[in-house]
């Protein structure tokens, strides 16, 4: 290991810039100390929010700015190179099944859908219907940082932030930039933004579209005559316009869409998801006034997909499952900060969130021809208000945050009907409507002198059932999890202490942190093939997490670490799982970088990252083994405007288990991928 770090190390010290930020357009930098000198490390990008609260320095936290599109990069893949971040599978979005993309931090994990909450510019992306992340979706934004918060209250942001929020903010583009790669099994990648002035505003056209021929899935020895790569084609535009509203105001709208095929390496495995996203704010944020904001959004959402069943030799394959899903979210936000002596200690708002979602499937197929038919679904509406005090600032002395959110949730009647298709009704199901209240909030506090800083928060936060959990059953292979529609709201409590030195060139961080995650929905196994979506008694989750940060001469040299030790508390019908670990979880996790931050012809960056071994399923019955992989990439500007690039990922070629089926079948990750591309702006 010692000589790999070696190795990785003497790759990319030689070489210059490679992926540095942007810090043009809607960017505010906090300040670094009490007498106005502002760092160029800390920054924050807003998006067109208000100014991104200190409140969060209580807590464990990271700021990424390192984020330029194209040549084969994605959000979801830069994300894994912070430890203790979890997606629900390790394939990224172009081989993974879109249903598996949730994320969560802090070993909360147990299913797909997201237990942390993922924001942009301040609007939940989570799928209205399942709860997972569209990460495709965010491939043709310009995107200006990625603000991580682990651990959760942050009740501003709106519930569902048990474990933590990602928050990603966009920026207007000033001019243009493009990028065109090629690579491995005939993939392309092209991205471009382009934007100017427009009277009194901006406008911003961001667009990206990637496709492939893939790989295939399944690993090698295991494959059949059915097994094939798996292509995907994914693309999207988006438009952004600012307009000044007077000397502090400011208009924005948005509106962007998506399209995402991909397959799963057989046939009738094919998966489509599309979605179009608008928001419309009003931002009013004059120094040393009140300021406020208003903010309305809407996604919609369409999601079609094939399963298929595969012999056990996997010499034939048929059609086990057709599925579509149109959803819809729709939410607005309002928040207030009032003006003390100077400045905007307090907030206070309201927010409002409803989700609206059906699937549509066909099953029990006969050949080609499906006999069954099954639709499910139903809505849910959370209202919330929030108040929070931040005193200080974030330069010497104490920080000291205190918050509190209250929300009323309705759980419309939902409804499951089942059909054979050339004959009568199965089951014809109405599923009351419920209401309840939930309380969250957090308290925290820092206190930091010259470079060394010390901090302590604890919280509570909540999650409301999707409606995929609530009321879909599903099946792959031989094994059925039934849905259930009385599912509890889940429910944390947690707690942290840390400590962070930062002068400047060095960077170093450590927090030690325990979860009591009440309620958690996992899949429980109730017999052989069966299983029930049921709340957990809980899953308790502790741990530490460190990183440290150094820059070296023309390069950065940063190191992760993540330790998590969570266990399952249960009980009843699901008491053989008391004790163990929760699926898909891994106790270590961590990676290493060395990126170049000059500004010379020449750059680079390397990245190690190794995920511990992992259980695929509640009983710990099958393993994903561990995995150390390595990306990457040199750069060389021919010009001021023009460069190329080389990059490859996975450049061991190491077999990163992705999942596993009950018949011993290991799908696999990507394998080594090579690009080589160039980028233009002007």
Known sequence: MIRLLAG?????????AMAQADYEGDVDWTMADPVGVRSPYDIVVRGGLLQHNDSDLTQGSAIL??????????VENRLRDE??????????????HPTSQGVTLRGLGGNASARGLVTLDGVPQADPFGGWVAWSAYDAINLGGIIVTRGGGSGGDGPGALAGTIALYSKLTDGGEASLA??????????????????????????RYSRGDGFIPVADGQRGSVDRAAPYEQGGLGLRLRFDAGDSSRIEASVRGFADRRDRGTDFTRSKIGGIDASLRFVDDPSGAAQWLALAYVQLRDFESGFASVAAGRNSVAPALF????????GAHVEYRPAFRGSNPLRVGADWRRTVGRTEEDFFFSGVIPGRHRIAGGSSDTVGAFAEWTSGDSGYGFLWTISGRVDRWSLGEGYRLERNIAGPVIADLRFASRQGWEGSGRAGVRWKSDAFSLRAAGYRGWRLPTLNELYRPFRVGAEVTTA???LKPERLWGGEVGADWDNGDTKLSATVFANHLTNAIANVTLAPNLSQRQNLDAIDSKGVEVSAEQRIGPATLRATYAFTDAKVDASGGAATLDGRRPAQIAKHGGSVSLRSNSSGPFGGFATLRYVGKQNEDDLGLLELRDALTLDAGLSWKLSNAISIEARGENLFDELVPAAISSSGIVERATPRTLWVGARVSF
């Open 484 to 486: 259930n529609e009385m």
């Open 65 to 74: 700015t390192d984020l330029q599109p194209g040549l084969g990069t994605r």
């Open 83 to 96: 430890a203790g971040i979890v997606q629900f599978r390790r394939s990224d979005g172009r081989s993974a």
């Open 8 to 16: 990785v190390a003497a790759l990319a010290l030689p070489v210059g």
């Open 323 to 330: 599925q579509r899903v149109p959803a819809t979210g729709l």
């Open 182 to 207: 090629y690579g491995s099994r005939d993939s392309w990648d092209a991205s471009a933004s382009v934007g100017g002035e427009i009277g009194r505003g901006q406008i911003a056209v961001d667009g």
